[in-house]
C-alpha cells in the first residue's frame, strides 16, 4: 500500500483547542472519504504532535514532509509566535 500527504494551513485556534480541531478535520475526512480506510487523507489518522516551533507555510510544508510518517501522527506546527493560526500536515496509508 502506498502513502499520500495532506495538509491544512492557517488554521485559526489556541493551542488548548488544537484537540477539538484535529477532531473535526478528521471527522470532515472521514465524510469526505468514507470510513474503508487507505483513503490517503487525514481519515486515516487517529492521533497528533505538536511540534512547537514557529515557522511560515512553506517551512511548515517542508518540515511535515521530511518527518511525518505514514502510520504515525498527523504534525501541527504554529506558525506565528501567539500560537493562534497553525499548519497540520500528515503522511496517510492510501
Not at 487517529?46 to 517542508?62: K, L
Not at 505514514?70 to 504534525?75: E, P, T, V
Amino acid at each position: 500500500m502506498g502513502a499520500e500527504y495532506s495538509d491544512k494551513t492557517k488554521i485559526k485556534s489556541s493551542k488548548e483547542l488544537l484537540k477539538d480541531v484535529f477532531q473535526s478535520i478528521v471527522e470532515q475526512a472521514q465524510y469526505d472519504h468514507g470510513h474503508a480506510g487507505y483513503s490517503g487523507s487525514f481519515a486515516e489518522k487517529d492521533s497528533f504532535a505538536i511540534h512547537d516551533v514557529v515557522m511560515d507555510e512553506a517551512n511548515a510544508y517542508d518540515y511535515c514532509q521530511e518527518h511525518a510518517t505514514k502510520w504515525g501522527d498527523a504534525i501541527f506546527i504554529p506558525l506565528n509566535e501567539e500560537r493562534t493560526e497553525w499548519y497540520v500536515g500528515a503522511l496517510s496509508s492510501s
